[in-house]
């Protein structure tokens, strides 16, 4: 057979090629040819194929993520925003921290232990190229009906890919979320999220300057798992016939990547780098382009000196390869064998690959030959751009008109009494301990709160305590009916959450999981949910930093509810004065912050009680959700408060019943007056939250609210060992910890 090079393919210019095959429109194709003023060769072919797909060229959602930047609020925080492998803010006394989050979705469904272990191992790769420590990972899961057989078959997989890689590379996994909705039944969302820290002066960038230093390939062998993995299948839409293309899918090494991880930051010590790209999705196709579109010259690649695991790779395929656990870095000649060295005694592979060159081209050869001459921005950065049509779908209407307001209601104590119990112990609902007690939370011995407390909080400086704050939030059924509005709420929720455990909100990162693009409904979706996330990171001055989109998420016809999921990220200066959720004294005040108001339209309660979705969600008041975080941080940095919880899925019963469980004491509570019984417990208003004052701070603490005009109503005291609802109903915290506990070992177990 003969090789395909580049003077073949300009003797060949009517050979057929299997673009299609590849993911290539026919316009695609040709707008290859156009550049280069001949056919690619497979190997270009390759090249353009696994660049301009979805996942990894943005070609539907990037004129719309153009928002992010054109509405960024302006802070002097961000030191590097998005176009990095991750987002990088100033936390002060010269520390740095990159956080990013990324989807797994696709390849979590093939294979789920593997899809969901190496979308770790690929967050933490993005974390390490930075130039960060990687300190902590979370993991915002959603999977289909919890009773259904497939999900017996996802779920205990990817968790196990979750806990194995992260526990194995000794980072704490310290958040995230476990949610169930038949919408996610063919297309379960895996996504991941890593935290690192750096100082300053350590940030390293993904560019290829410096005519003359070497590009140095290092950690695995290059092997055939993952070619076309995530690149192909995250741009695609799966059959109703269920999983397949196993293939695809990549495998994960742990403890190759702890090695690679100590070489990779011995290496930055010692500055030994000029430009560093993790390998991820495209493998070589997008390390080589991007290294090369980002910096100075050109590269020239000799590519038969890649360390292989299978022999009988084609070049096509070396180029594919998604294969796990391996870097790529920009060395000047007279550091290269320093650079040898630190990786043989990590015992990591590494292997000088190619060369930065003085033109603009990305020139990759075999055995002598060359077979790609491209100019890389055209392969990284220039991929196709759609303006996909998008309309409001035609049920949207019905959909809003269907109000959950309308549902019919508990008309007694013991009514109430039982769809409290129904909701805390509903899947959405329940303890997910049964997850997280696969995961090591407190590994490094820096973690200071972590799941299920409002956010995951690590320090980051023993000596002064500097310490941040992550969470992650998404509402699929609120953005169901108002993608904007329910952008917002996942955003205000994250916001809210780092805020109750006393930090700063400072930048988010964020994963948008949706259907087909090709369909104008999920496209109208998708463009109100980044129209209203960006509108709100305006709103309450946290920019985004970067992050991921997910789209062809759907089989068949049937589309994934839109689900934006926001990470926010916030520092607290010392985080021994950290608030953390549990009700844990007896006589401390139960104040309720914020305004309740009859709002249930994709409700916990609507869903558990009634199986609906209709209406409209809560309304978002950003300006009041900055008042709430001002006032939580506040109360926390004074020591006026001893526990906060936000008020989100489920309302006040449910926080309430968090908040006691964790700290393993009652409480009583009393309705107010104006409010029903029925909406004071279920509600999901917005811009709430639940604190738990010491008697001797009450006054000192309403005369902070009602200076800053924050409504704040006292609800009860923590007392005794049941939740008991004045006039209404009491329950023991025993039948109340059995609910919530059982139902996940249950189904799963």
Known sequence: MTLDTVKHAEQTPDAGQPWKELGLKEDEYQRIRDI?????????????????????????????????????????ALLVGIGENAGVVDVGQGYAVTFKIESHNHPSYIEPY?????????????????????????????????????????????????????NCLGLPNIGGEVVFDPCYQGNPLVNALCVGVMKHEDIHLAKASGVGNKVVLYGARTGGDGIGGVSVLASETFEASGPSRRPAVQVGDPFQEKLLIECTLEIFREKLVAGIQDLGGAGLSCATSELASAGSGGMRIELDTVPLRDSSLSPEEILMSESQERMCAIVEPDKVDRFLEICEKWDVIATV??????????????????????????????????????????????LQADDAGALPRPVSGEE???????????????????????????????????????SGVIRIDPETGLGVAVATDGNGRYAKLDPYTGAQLALAEAYR?????????????????FGSPEDPAVMWQFAEATRGLADGCLALGTPVTGGNVSLYNQTGDTAIHPTPVVAVLGVIDD???????????????????????????????????????????????????KLLAEILISASRDGMIDAAHDLSDG???????????????????????????????????????????????????????????????????????????????????????????????????
């Open 575 to 625: 985080v021994s004065r950290r608030t953390p959720m549990a009700f844990a004294g007896q006589g401390q005040l139960i104040y309720l912050l914020g305004e309740t108001r009859e709002e249930f339209g994709g409700s916990a309660w609507s869903q558990v009680v009634h199986g609906h979705l209709g209406g409209l969600p809560p309304a978002v008041d950003l300006e009041r959700e």
């Open 36 to 76: 280069l003023g001949r056919r690619p060769t497979g190997a270009e072919l390759a090249m353009y194929s696994v660049m301009w797909s979805e996942h990894c060229s943005y070609k539907s959602s990037k004129v719309h993520l153009r928002q992010f930047g054109e509405k960024a609020p302006r802070t002097d």
């Open 416 to 454: 109430l009494r039982a769809q409290v119990l129904r909701l805390v112990g509903s899947p959405n609902q329940a303890s997910k301990a049964w997850v997280t007690d696969q995961y090591d939370r407190f590994v490094q011995g820096n973690t200071v709160l972590a799941q299920p407390e409002d």
């Open 353 to 398: 690959i190619g060369e930065v060159t003085e033109g603009s081209r990305l020139e990759i050869h075999w055995h002598g030959e060359q077979i790609v001459d491209v100019p890389p921005r055209s392969v990284a950065h220039e991929g196709p751009t759609y303006h996909r049509p998008y309309e409001r779908p035609s049920w949207q209407d019905e």
């Open 651 to 749: 309302g006040l019963i449910q926080a309430v019943t968090e908040s006691c469980l964790r700290g393993g004491l009652g409480a009583r509570l009393v309705v107010p007056d104006g409010l029903s019984a029925f909406t004071f417990l279920f509600s999901e208003s917005a811009g709430r939250a639940i604190v738990a004052v010491p008697r001797s701070e009450e006054l000192r603490f309403t005369d902070m609210c009602g200076a800053r005009g924050l409504p704040a109503a006292r609800i009860g005291v923590v007392d005794g060992d049941a939740i008991d609802v004045q006039g209404e109903f009491s329950l023991p915290l025993a039948e109340l910890r059995s609910a919530h506990e059982e139902t996940i070992p249950a189904l799963l177990g």
């Open 497 to 513: 959450n780092v805020a109750a455990t006393g930090a700063r909100p400072l930048a988010v990162s964020d994963c948008l999981n």
């Open 114 to 166: 593997q899809g969901a272990a190496t979308g770790v191992g690929g967050i933490v790769r993005d974390i390490l190229a930075m130039g960060a420590r990687p300190v902590a990972v979370m993991d915002p899961l959603r999977f289909g009906a919890a009773d259904h057989p497939d999900t017996k078959r996802v779920l205990p997989g990817v968790v196990a890919g979750v806990g194995g890689y992260g």
